[in-house]
């Protein structure tokens, strides 16, 4: 596993120093990044309420 992490930290550090080259080639990726974790977020929310919503339906006695 050691060496896969290497192999990963290696294109990481290339990466970044693409980037630091190249200060406006980064703005895709950050926009890539926020509208990732905006999805991801409102995915947690929806699953939130959705489990609520089961737990107050399952609740109901008729």
Known sequence: MHPYLEALWTALKARWEVLRREP???????TVLVTALL?????????????KVTAKANGINL
């Open 24 to 30: 406006e080639a980064g703005y895709s990726t950050e």
């Open 39 to 51: 999805v991801v977020a409102a995915l947690a929310v929806i699953a939130i309420v959705i489990a």
